[in-house]
C-alpha cells in the first residue's frame, strides 16, 4: 500500500518507531482491511507510531500538523485536514487511534473503479463524512465550498478547476450532486453522483507537490 495518506505520513520523523503490533491486534486489523498486507500493516503502525511520539493516537492538532508540514508549510490544508480527521475519529473521542487510522487508509486507499460495492460504499461513506463537517447526515453547499477552497489553495488548480472559480467550482459540483433541489446532498445523493463524477471522493486526497 503506497497511497497519497500512506506518503504523506512518512514525512515526520517525530520520535522513534515503537515495537511491531501484536499478533492477534494485527490479525483483527487485517481482517478489517482486506487490501491491506501485513508488511503493509507493520510499517504503517512503525510511521504512525513516529507521528504520535509513541502515544499510539493522534489529536487533531497532531493530524494538522502533519498535514501543514507535508505540504510544505501551508496552513491553507488545514481546514482539509480537519475534516479528514473527524472523519477518521469514527468514535469521535477527540483522537484518531491506530486502529481506526489504519482501517481509514484501507479505505481512502481503494480504487473506485476496481473496489467491489462494498469497499465503494465505505469510501463514498467516508468522503460524504469529510464533506459534513457539522455531521448532520447532509452537505449543505457551505461545506462544499470550504473543500474546494481548501484544496484549491495547495494544489495546481488548473488541475481540477479549469477557468472556474473554486465557489463555481463548487457550485457546480453541488447543483450535480443536490439531485432534488432541496439545498442539501444526502449520502444517497452524494453516492450517485459519484459514481458519475469521481472528482468529488479524488480531490479529497491531494498529493503534496
Known sequence: MSGRLTLLFKV???GNASTRPKGKYLN??????????????IQIFKDFQRQSGGKGKLSEDDFVKVYIEAFHGKSEISALARNIFHAF?????????????VVGLSVTEACLVEADQEMRIKKMKWAFDVYDKDRSNTIDRHEMRLIVRAVADVVTVELFLGEETPDEFADRLFEE?????DGKITFEEFQKAAEHNDTLVNMLLPAPV
Not at 28 to 37: A, P, V, Y
Open 12 to 14: 515526520l520523523n517525530m
Open 28 to 41: 483483527e486489523i487485517i481482517s478489517k482491511c482486506t487490501n491491506l498486507e501485513i508488511d503493509d500493516a
Open 89 to 101: 475519529d469514527t468514535d469521535h473521542n477527540g483522537f484518531v487511534e491506530f486502529e481506526e487510522f
Open 177 to 181: 450532486a443536490d439531485e432534488n433541489k
